[in-house]
């Protein structure tokens, strides 16, 4: 019980100090007022800190309490590789946490049901390309008729877990 509230505590500090840079980098530097933070039944990542949801009266984000600098290599690759066929995710990097853009899980356009494999496809071949894992219907969303990693941290698994992982020798 001590634990969770104080992780709750350092939690919201966070939220707190990092109010402006959060409004500089999702809403365009304008005033903002958070009137809701849930705590997201998500995966904990081993330690003892929580992915919330933060509600402003303009919109949406997530806090993650890992760095998610790994989302910036992901939206380098999408912008000079796929930006056609894949999606770059809004993310504000800190010390050892960080937020990422709210992304709402959307069906597929069925009048597009050819685009939207399509992507599939360059997805998964940047999954291959960065040797993803942790792929499951909990960290991948779609948006746009996109897939979307929304679990930046297991975007990228070093080669000796994967062979591991894989059961492949080098």
Same mark, same amino acid.
């Given at each position: 019980?001590?634990?969770?509230?104080?992780?709750?505590?350092?939690?919201?500090? #966070?939220?707190? /100090?990092?109010?402006?840079?959060?409004?500089?980098? %999702? %809403?365009? +530097?304008?005033?903002?007022?958070?009137?809701?933070?849930?705590?997201?039944?998500?995966?904990?990542? +081993?330690?003892?800190?929580?992915?919330?949801?933060?509600?402003?009266?303009? +919109? $949406?984000?997530?806090?993650?309490? #890992?760095?998610?600098?790994?989302?910036? =290599?992901? &939206?380098? %690759?999408?912008?000079?590789?796929?930006?056609?066929?894949? $999606?770059?995710? $809004?993310?504000?990097?800190?010390?050892? *946490?960080?937020?990422? /853009?709210?992304? /709402?899980?959307? #069906?597929?356009?069925?009048?597009?049901? &050819? /685009? *939207?494999?399509? @992507?599939? +496809?360059?997805? =998964?071949?940047?999954?291959?390309?960065? #040797?993803?894992?942790?792929?499951?219907?909990?960290?991948?969303?779609?948006? @746009?008729?996109?897939?979307? %990693?929304?679990?930046?941290?297991? =975007?990228?698994?070093?080669?000796?877990?994967?062979? $591991?992982?894989?059961?492949?020798?080098?």
């Amino acid at each position: 019980c001590d634990t969770f509230v104080k992780m709750i505590h350092s939690s919201m500090n #966070r939220i707190y /100090e990092d109010n402006q840079d959060i409004s500089a980098c %999702f %809403f365009k +530097g304008k005033d903002i007022t958070c009137y809701s933070v849930k705590l997201l039944d998500a995966d904990y990542h +081993g330690s003892q800190t929580g992915v919330f949801l933060i509600e402003y009266d303009c +919109g $949406k984000i997530v806090y993650k309490p #890992r760095d998610l600098s790994i989302c910036h =290599l992901w &939206n380098y %690759f999408v912008k000079t590789c796929a930006p056609n066929y894949l $999606k770059s995710v $809004k993310c504000l990097t800190k010390d050892e *946490y960080g937020y990422m /853009e709210y992304i /709402e899980n959307v #069906r597929p356009d069925p009048a597009k049901v &050819n /685009e *939207y494999f399509f @992507n599939w +496809g360059a997805f =998964l071949a940047a999954c291959c390309i960065f #040797r993803s894992s942790d792929l499951h219907d909990n960290n991948i969303f779609i948006c @746009n008729n996109s897939p979307l %990693f929304i679990d930046m941290e297991t =975007l990228i698994t070093p080669s000796s877990i994967w062979e $591991k992982k894989n059961k492949i020798d080098v």
